[in-house]
């Protein structure tokens, strides 16, 4: 800003100095003024310009962000869910194998059991 101060200042000084006339020094300095304010209007609207190609960048890079973080999110909810059938699997089968076992051990008890009778009818007194 200072430096802004500084080229007017210098540009104010030198056309007040000049030796014209003050008709033509005034035109001189309004022409003058009138550049530095196009020439401020075309940098403010390429500040405008290079600001807003900026943001549309930095918002297409968050959607990809976005895009992959629900991919992750969708991926990592899929294998959780994979893993809570593979539990629920091995837990109905390791359920199965615990029934088959009792059945078996039942079975046997009653096999024992009959085994035991037909002895005993067997037995001469």
């Known amino acids: 800003m200072s430096f802004l101060k ?3 200042t210098g ?3 030198g056309y007040l100095t ?3 006339s003050g008709k033509d020094t005034r035109q001189k300095l309004s022409e003058g003024i009138s550049d530095l304010q ?8 390429d500040v405008k310009t290079q600001f ?3 943001l549309g960048k930095a918002e297409e890079k968050a959607d990809e ?3 992959k973080a629900n991919s992750l999110a ?3 909810q899929n294998k959780v ?3 809570k059938d593979d539990a629920k699997s091995q837990y109905n089968q390791e359920r199965a194998k615990a029934n088959y076992n009792d059945k078996v051990d039942d079975l046997a008890d009653a096999t024992k059991s009959g085994i035991n009778k037909a002895e005993d009818a067997l037995k001469f007194n």
């Open 6 to 8: 500084g080229v007017l």
């Open 11 to 13: 540009l104010a000084i």
């Open 18 to 20: 000049a030796p014209r």
């Open 38 to 45: 196009d020439q401020w209007d075309e940098g403010v609207a």
């Open 52 to 54: 807003n190609s900026l």
């Open 65 to 67: 962000v976005k895009d």
């Open 74 to 76: 969708n991926k990592a």
């Open 81 to 83: 869910e994979d893993l």
